[in-house]
């Protein structure tokens, strides 16, 4: 079969609504033909509405009708089947209502592969040939499909609109320059997307360096979190060690004060009983004693008694224990009293200690960073004045501006010698200690040869005398400086350089959030563009900086 009459056949034996081959098909009352599953999927969504109707002629039935299989239309497709004929491509399907269709086809519309912005029309897979094949079209711009080509001609003079007018910011057509915008600011619609392009390349820089520093923020979040978990587990762990231990000592200082008691208390049975046998065996005695003499008290014979009385022996001396002095039993209620006034003072330490463990806990608080700025009017609610310190200046700069403007001179200005002076770096300090959140822009003017500023925030301490490193901003751990040249940027910390891109300004702000460690340079011009963002921990206030070489100066701005 000819690939025109393979068409043909296809539009034939195609389902109207899944647009593929019949799969057991039915006809309606109408006499148009479905799959039987496709039409009953179209009329169970229209039961709602109590009527049904047919998809393409929209003829409506009621009640349902009851549909039966079209046996002819089922044996011709068996039947064509076995001679090649096959659903069409995917390319090949027809134009739906929300596709683009092609404006060549006749009939029932297939999908557009491309729209021409020249010709302002769409082309199917097989009208498109003939533009890839023209050596006139070729030159055409095709691109995806496109509803919106009417757009492009202009409404008064039915025009492709080829220029923009940056006057009136608008797209015109040739017709339009000569009769409204003659003198206006106009360009190419193409020289003026490449610059739309170019400003969009940066947006996009702008928003992909964001998406990058707030999946660093993320990520610190993220190692935060861990770090919160991990101090919290080894805070329970070591409490419970701490109080176990505490047990075991309270439970052995129990065990000790019971086994002083019982050993305490043996010694003091044991005396009792001694002493109390020792009384027995005197009561024993004397109770004999008694009955010898009354034995004799009782003698009848007068001679008898008085020849014995003198032989009589004399008492002993008593160990009566009314001789004894015996403290009423309250040593061990002592005992008792003191093991309770120690639970008492325990009880006292707990208490207060508790208290002052839950305050504790209470404020342990993970400082979250809060969302930097992102105009420079909400940078501007944090503007910090900063003034120089001529007593930190080198001999070489030159402060003027009221302290605000420093300028590198090649001269020695014969300044006072001072312990906090930079004999060797062309640096200077400000006299503000920074703390909080704070905001500065430092304007810049490069020299011309070897021209170069480095603006800076360092600690107080940081070192002063001769030409170490210790001394110079961004070249130990007491220092970061953005060092700017005429075209491009470097971040020095610790003696470590870091490459920074962006766009380059005479103007750089430098925001510091002291609590939450985050210390940022930006490119200040229209707009402001981050250039580098610093995440760490701050130990001490900080100064802001400014190094200074070969002609250059640096001011730090006045922003209220």
Not at 335 to 342: P, R
Not at 418 to 442: A, I
Request: proline share 3%; aromatic share 8%; hydrophobic share 30%.
């Amino acid at each position: 079969m000819e690939p025109q009459e393979n068409h043909l056949e296809r539009e034939r034996f195609c389902c109207w609504i899944c647009e593929d081959l019949l799969k057991d098909p039915v006809t309606t009352v109408c006499g148009h033909s479905y799959c039987k599953s496709c039409i009953n999927t179209h009329w169970d969504k229209e039961e709602e509405r109590g009527g049904y109707s047919c998809p393409q002629c929209r003829q409506t039935f009621t009640p349902r009708p009851v549909l039966e299989t079209s046996t002819m239309l089922a044996d011709s497709l068996e039947e064509l089947k076995k001679t090649g004929l096959q659903a069409a491509p995917a390319d090949h399907c027809y134009a739906g209502p929300e596709d683009v269709a092609c404006d060549v086809c006749t009939g029932r519309k297939l999908k557009a592969l491309k729209s021409c912005l020249v010709c302002l029309a769409s082309y199917c897979e097989k009208h498109l040939q003939h533009h890839l094949q023209s050596a006139a079209l070729k030159k055409h711009k095709l691109v995806e499909p496109s509803e919106k080509l009417q757009e492009n001609i202009c409404s008064r003079h039915y025009e492709v609109m080829k220029m923009f007018c940056r006057t009136d910011q608008q797209c015109i057509c040739d017709l339009c320059f000569v009769e409204e915008h003659k003198d206006h600011d106009t360009v190419s619609a193409a020289a003026e997307r490449s610059e739309r392009q170019r400003e969009l390349g940066l947006r996009r820089q702008t928003i992909q360096q964001r998406v990058q520093d707030t999946e660093k923020d993320v990520k610190l979040l993220q190692q935060e979190e861990e770090a919160v978990n991990a101090s919290a587990d080894k805070a329970v762990e070591d409490s419970e060690e701490i109080f176990t231990e505490l047990i075991r000592l309270l439970e052995k200082r129990s065990s000790d004060v019971e086994q002083q008691i019982r050993s305490q208390q043996e010694t003091e049975v044991s005396r009792v009983r001694e002493l109390q046998e020792r009384l027995e065996q005197e009561i024993t005695g004397l109770k004999r004693k008694d009955h010898e003499l009354k034995q004799l008290s009782d003698t009848e014979d007068h001679n008898q008694l008085l020849h014995n009385y003198p032989s009589l022996s004399p008492l002993s001396g008593s160990t009566h224990s009314s001789s004894f002095r015996i403290c009423p039993l309250r040593d061990f209620e002592d005992v008792t009293a003191a093991v309770s006034q120690v639970r008492g003072r325990l009880q006292d330490i707990l208490s207060e200690t508790e208290t002052q463990i839950l305050q504790i806990v209470s404020q342990v608080d993970v400082l979250l960073r809060q969302p930097e700025p992102e105009t420079r009017a909400d940078f501007l609610k944090y503007s910090q004045e900063i003034t120089l310190d001529p007593n930190t200046a080198n001999k070489e700069l030159l402060l003027s501006e009221g302290n605000r403007k420093v300028t590198w001179t090649s001269k020695n200005l014969s300044y006072s010698d001072h312990p906090d002076r930079f004999n060797y770096w062309y640096q200077v300090l400000s006299r503000e200690s920074l703390t909080g959140r704070c905001y500065w822009e430092v304007e810049m003017k490069l020299g011309l040869r070897w021209g170069e500023v480095g603006v800076a925030v360092t600690y107080n301490n940081i070192s002063r005398a001769g030409r170490s490193r210790d001394c110079e901003f961004g070249y130990n751990d007491k220092s970061w400086s953005l060092d700017c040249y005429g075209n491009s940027y470097d971040f020095y910390h610790n003696n470590i350089h870091t490459p920074v891109s962006g766009p380059v300004s005479s103007r750089v702000g430098v925001y510091l959030d002291h609590s939450a460690g985050v210390l940022s340079f930006y490119s200040v011009s229209d707009t402001m563009t981050l250039l580098h963002r610093v995440q760490t921990t701050f130990t001490q206030p900080l100064c802001a900086g400014v190094r200074v070489y070969d002609g250059s100066t640096a001011e730090f701005c006045k922003l209220k």
